[in-house]
């Protein structure tokens, strides 16, 4: 599992690294011979881990295609990882199956990553033109969602 955040959210000294975001805290001890200890690791919800190009997957430019013109209500489990399709090509949506990638799809996009901080049922966008990714925001309802979807 790999945990990479901004460096502008890493506070080094000489005994321990603090590393902070809105969804990560992770405590790492640095031991003498320079292995690695971690200590504490809270709230994981949605991952921002970086991808490939170096940017998070949470906050990747531009939307994918539109899937559908409403939500999809899922029960995610405690603790469970799921990956949220952002491109919209998936055929087990709202949950990405690889198909970014295919080369001859040419996707750029990459899928999201969601821990589960508690089981309960969460609606996933389907639109793909959320701005809280991978939960939806409502914006399925603007007129100009509802027109893609019908032609």
Known sequence: MMWTLPRSSIITNSKSILMKS???LE???LTRG???????ITKAEPSYELNETGRAAAMQPGK???YDKKPFKFTCIKGKSYMWCTCGWSKSQPFCDQTHRNPHYKISMRPVRFI???TKEYLFCNCK???KRP???GTHKSE???AAIRS
Do not use: H, M, V, Y
Request: with cysteine; aromatic share 4%; proline share 4%.
């Open 22 to 24: 809105q969804c990560l």
């Open 27 to 29: 405590n790492i001890l």
């Open 34 to 40: 320079g292995g690695i200890i971690r200590t504490k």
């Open 64 to 66: 994918g295609r539109i």
């Open 116 to 118: 589960a901080p508690e």
């Open 129 to 131: 033109q959320t701005s």
């Open 135 to 137: 939960f939806c925001d």
């Open 144 to 146: 100009e969602i509802q």
